[in-house]
């Protein structure tokens, strides 16, 4: 039985792991409650493997298989899953300096092929310059040594490299608030490097950037915030590796929403914010003669 072949990194492979694992409980007809009992696990475990929050041995998925019931020929495509959990992605190598839960965040994107969303309050992290993002990291992390903002800037460049290689690079669909671009942050000349940064990426042919104006009214954004949809291709099967994911930043946390319904929700809210939004280049410019 094939599986979707799982991608740089542990998260994609633990998250796949884990939908097939609940997905054989549930056929199942088992509770986590009594997975647990029959594993003598604790409850809380189960939801872990399932949520794709932990790497897993593969005693375990054997063990799992077993007691689930599921048929033989699909434990080794499980077990190599299983063994996937433990890879490392270049960005661990900048674990010192990514936030709790964003390695998360950071595989996930890594393994998109397409990524759209909206962003009211400041340049989106793919579009930012060095200049703009030591700024805002600075000022956003103010604990942070000058050695750790360099760092955090250099994984920033490298996510950004997803978008500007030659070879098959991350579809970026953006919609931007105006008020982000004429915000403050650094000096003049940041802020117009970075008007000019954002000039050249709309000149890309994956990256797509819409503004919205601050006179345009009401908007979905102005109810959902900040947010980023992340889309992921297709194996050869035709099925999808993993489900499109929406990333949240809240102040205490990431959050992520995998389920139909919340993501019809955000697809929704970008077509009403898209309605509202007009090409970016002119709006680049405005804000950059207004320095």
């Not at 400041?122 to 703009?132: G, K, Q």
């Not at 019809?264 to 804000?287: H, K, P, W």
Request: proline share 5%.
């Amino acid at each position: 039985m094939a599986l979707p072949q799982g991608t740089t990194g542990s998260t994609m492979p633990r998250r796949q792991l884990g939908r097939w694992l609940r997905d054989l409980r549930n056929r199942a007809e088992m509770t986590t409650r009594v997975a647990a009992r029959k594993l003598e696990w604790s409850e809380a475990k189960i939801w872990r493997i399932e949520t794709g929050q932990t790497s897993l041995r593969t005693l375990d998925v054997e063990a799992m298989c077993k007691i689930y019931g599921a048929p033989k020929d699909l434990f080794e495509p499980l077990a190599a899953l299983a063994r996937d959990t433990k890879a490392k992605g270049w960005w661990t190598t900048y674990s010192d300096v990514i936030p709790e839960g964003f390695d998360v965040y950071i595989g996930l994107e890594e393994a998109a092929n397409r990524l759209s969303g909206y962003e009211n309050e400041l340049v989106p992290d793919l579009l930012r310059t060095e200049s703009y993002a030591r700024v805002v990291l600075a000022e956003m992390n103010p604990k942070l040594s000058e050695a750790e903002v360099e760092r955090s800037v250099r994984l920033g460049q490298a996510r950004q490299s997803r978008v500007t290689r030659a070879d098959v690079p991350l579809q970026v669909d953006l919609l931007i608030s105006e008020a982000a671009l004429r915000r403050c942050i650094g000096a003049p000349a940041v802020a117009a490097e970075q008007l000019d940064h954002l000039h050249r990426m709309c000149q890309l042919p994956n990256v797509r950037i819409r503004l919205l104006p601050t006179d345009c009214g009401y908007h979905d954004g102005m109810s959902s915030g900040r947010f980023v949809l992340l889309e992921f291709p297709t194996v050869y099967s035709g099925t999808l590796p993993e489900p499109p994911v929406v990333y949240l930043e809240s102040f205490t946390g990431p959050i992520y929403l995998d389920k139909d319904n919340d993501v019809a929700r955000f697809r929704a809210a970008l077509d009403n914010i898209e309605a509202a939004a007009v090409d970016a280049r002119a709006g680049i410019e405005d804000a950059r003669r207004a320095l």
